[in-house]
């Protein structure tokens, strides 16, 4: 059997508190409905949310609702204020790429030369799509 993992997406979420019924229901228009909860209309049918649950925007528009354990065991918050943030991450000897939260692994050169407290990095990667936004 083949293991498989997730990609690196970024998505929008809005954990419902009851408070904030109108937020989401304005912000998923036709995607979702209130009859005593939130239900949120998916690929496979409506699905009732219960306060707590994050309801999820994916990749391609469509809605759905998340469990809270879920959702924080499979995403983490991005920071807004963090455009073009770029860290280089280190594990033992094996050097990755950060850019925006999304890990980029294919490194196929690296060199670091440091002057007078002065960093200057350079980087070549190796993949085949890179989805970044550097503006």
Not at 78 to 87: A, F, T
Not at 91 to 115: F, R, T
């Amino acid at each position: 059997m083949a293991k498989y993992r997730k990609k690196p997406v970024v998505i929008e979420a809005i954990q419902w508190n009851e408070k904030n019924t109108m937020e989401i229901l304005k912000w998923a228009g036709n995607k979702a409905y209130f009859h005593d909860s939130i239900y949120i209309k998916t690929l496979e049918g409506d699905h009732k949310a219960t306060i707590g649950d994050y309801i999820i925007k994916g990749i391609k528009g469509e809605f759905y609702p998340c469990k809270p354990d879920i959702f924080e065991a499979t995403y983490e918050k991005v920071e807004e204020g963090l455009k073009n943030h770029v860290k280089i991450k280190r594990e033992k000897n094996k050097y990755s790429i950060v850019i925006n939260g999304q890990e980029i692994n294919k490194i196929i050169d690296y060199k670091l030369n440091v002057a007078h407290n002065y960093i200057n990095l350079t980087i070549t990667i190796d993949v085949d799509e890179l989805d970044v936004d550097l503006q």
